[in-house]
């Protein structure tokens, strides 16, 4: 059991994401339309949440990164996920903007503690070697959050109130609490040592299938890393593909109901985006240990634009073909500017690099939340919002032919 331990890590980096993802980002897509007809709200009235939640998440992330880089994933997880629990036990009580606004805010402080950035550190420790494909495996729960809440909503409605029904949804992050006192534990800790570590590597001298030492890169410091261009490249590319996703994905439900679908009908269509996002997540990240990931974080950023395109056209024949599309880019785009960022620049100040760039990141995603619902409502339709994502996506491919390794580029021109 100890020699695959690191593997039930990455598991457990899959469920922090499945639950602090999807509930706080995609979950309660579902009962958007519940709390616009109750409140009378706009939608850019409603969405502006998602904006305070994003952009505050990313203007917390260097500060948290940097307790990260200190103190460990573990604790901050374990807090993220309590408040979280609390937090949805309020939202059930919800009774003005402002109340929903500040309930946001707390979702801020949920999304860096239990959130993204953690979540790849948190696994990337326990991997020398198969991290692509570790990564992968823990960012399937973004996708998978994105596949099962915005359907529980719908299906819990069917029955009762959407209030009732947080109520009952606020059971799972409780739960996972539980789970992650008992397993979730660092190499440190555990006393068990990272797949692919000269320990591993040696206490599996016997066996033939044993996996290779990684070789020994060393790590740039933060101060190093905002100098290099990758850095920079990275950054941007985040900035306009988070954009892309979080607008396309927050505002698809109501899209999918404008052109005509029924309420199960837009929840599949989320199911399918966030479904084949969770395929390329682990494809793409497994594809990642066997192929250079620059070409691989090419391909996924290429995908995504045909989605784009082909979502602005406004063809109601189109969507599920872009959804294929969008979805599977994303899902490899999410793991491999994870990846790219902890190979070039390795682990010692990831809390801070990744911080920084979920920082630039989070403020663009949060602005496409809130702008693509403002535009449905001046002009009566999404197509200006997905023609604008096109954009983005066709400046991020390439920017991303920028990336490089930058520890390895530090050795060779030593």
Same mark, same amino acid.
């Given at each position: 059991?100890?020699?695959?331990?690191?593997?039930?890590?990455?598991?457990?980096?899959?469920?922090?994401?499945?639950?602090?993802?999807?509930?706080? *980002?995609?979950?309660?897509? /579902?009962?958007?339309?519940? $709390?616009? #007809?109750?409140?009378?709200?706009?939608? @850019?009235? %409603?969405? &502006?949440?998602?904006?305070?939640?994003?952009?505050?998440?990313?203007?917390?992330?260097?500060?948290?990164?940097?307790?990260?880089?200190?103190?460990?994933?573990?604790?901050? *997880?374990?807090?993220?996920? /309590?408040?979280?629990?609390? $937090?949805? #036990?309020?939202?059930?009580?919800?009774? @003005?903007? %402002?109340? &929903?606004?500040?309930?946001?805010?707390?979702?801020?402080?949920?999304?860096?503690?239990?959130?993204?950035?953690?979540?790849?550190?948190?696994?990337?420790?326990?991997?020398?070697?198969?991290?692509?494909? /570790?990564?992968?495996?823990? $960012?399937?729960?973004?996708?998978?959050?994105?596949?099962?809440?915005?359907? &529980?909503?719908?299906?819990?409605?069917?029955?009762?109130?959407?209030?009732?029904?947080?109520?009952?949804?606020?059971?799972?992050?409780?739960?996972?609490?539980?789970?992650?006192?008992?397993?979730?534990?660092?190499?440190?800790?555990?006393?068990?040592?990272?797949?692919?570590?000269?320990?591993?590597?040696?206490?599996?001298?016997?066996?033939?299938?044993?996996?290779?030492?990684?070789?020994?890169?060393?790590?740039?410091?933060?101060?190093?890393?905002?100098?290099?261009?990758?850095?920079?490249?990275?950054?941007?590319?985040?900035?306009?593909?988070?954009?892309?996703?979080?607008?396309?994905?927050?505002?698809?439900?109501?899209?999918?109901?404008?052109?005509?679908?029924?309420?199960?009908?837009?929840?599949?269509?989320?199911?399918?985006?966030?479904?084949?996002?969770?395929?390329?997540?682990?494809?793409?990240?497994?594809?990642?240990?066997?192929?250079?990931?620059?070409?691989?974080?090419?391909?996924?950023?290429?995908?995504?634009?045909?989605?784009?395109?082909?979502?602005?056209?406004?063809?109601?024949?189109?969507?599920?073909?872009?959804?294929?599309?969008?979805?599977?880019?994303?899902?490899?785009?999410?793991?491999?500017?994870?990846?790219?960022?902890?190979?070039?620049?390795?682990?010692?100040?990831?809390?801070?690099?990744?911080?920084?760039?979920?920082?630039?990141?989070?403020?663009?995603?949060?602005?496409?939340?809130?702008?693509?619902?403002?535009?449905?409502?001046?002009?009566?339709?999404?197509?200006?919002?997905?023609?604008?994502?096109?954009?983005?996506?066709?400046?991020?491919?390439?920017?991303?032919?920028?990336?490089?390794?930058?520890?390895?580029?530090?050795?060779?021109?030593?």
């Amino acid at each position: 059991m100890k020699r695959y331990y690191p593997w039930l890590m990455a598991l457990m980096g899959m469920l922090v994401l499945l639950v602090s993802n999807g509930l706080t *980002v995609t979950g309660l897509t /579902a009962f958007d339309e519940s $709390l616009l #007809a109750e409140f009378g709200w706009s939608r @850019s009235e %409603l969405k &502006l949440r998602d904006l305070l939640t994003l952009v505050l998440a990313g203007w917390m992330a260097p500060f948290l990164g940097a307790l990260i880089d200190r103190i460990g994933p573990r604790k901050l *997880v374990l807090a993220g996920i /309590a408040l979280l629990a609390a $937090l949805y #036990a309020a939202y059930a009580h919800v009774h @003005s903007l %402002l109340h &929903l606004y500040l309930i946001h805010i707390g979702f801020a402080a949920v999304l860096v503690a239990a959130g993204l950035n953690v979540a790849v550190i948190f696994v990337s420790q326990w991997f020398h070697t198969k991290r692509g494909t /570790a990564i992968g495996i823990a $960012l399937v729960g973004t996708s998978l959050g994105g596949m099962i809440f915005p359907k &529980l909503g719908v299906k819990l409605m069917e029955t009762m109130d959407w209030r009732a029904a947080l109520l009952w949804e606020t059971a799972i992050p409780v739960a996972f609490l539980l789970l992650a006192l008992v397993f979730m534990r660092s190499p440190k800790a555990g006393g068990i040592a990272p797949w692919g570590s000269d320990h591993a590597a040696d206490s599996a001298a016997s066996d033939p299938q044993a996996l290779p030492a990684a070789p020994t890169l060393p790590d740039l410091s933060y101060a190093q890393a905002m100098r290099t261009r990758t850095f920079w490249a990275l950054a941007v590319v985040a900035m306009c593909t988070f954009f892309s996703i979080i607008a396309a994905s927050s505002n698809l439900f109501l899209h999918m109901r404008d052109l005509g679908f029924e309420p199960a009908q837009a929840g599949n269509g989320l199911g399918v985006m966030f479904g084949l996002a969770m395929v390329g997540k682990f494809g793409f990240g497994l594809l990642a240990d066997l192929f250079p990931p620059k070409r691989v974080f090419l391909l996924n950023i290429a995908l995504m634009a045909g989605g784009g395109f082909l979502m602005a056209t406004m063809d109601v024949a189109l969507v599920w073909y872009a959804l294929i599309l969008f979805g599977l880019g994303w899902g490899g785009l999410y793991t491999m500017i994870q990846l790219l960022a902890v190979n070039a620049f390795g682990l010692t100040s990831a809390g801070k690099i990744l911080g920084t760039i979920t920082l630039l990141d989070a403020t663009t995603a949060g602005l496409g939340v809130w702008l693509a619902a403002k535009i449905s409502d001046v002009t009566g339709s999404y197509a200006p919002a997905f023609q604008l994502i096109c954009g983005l996506l066709v400046l991020a491919l390439l920017v991303a032919t920028l990336v490089r390794n930058e520890r390895a580029s530090s050795v060779q021109s030593a």
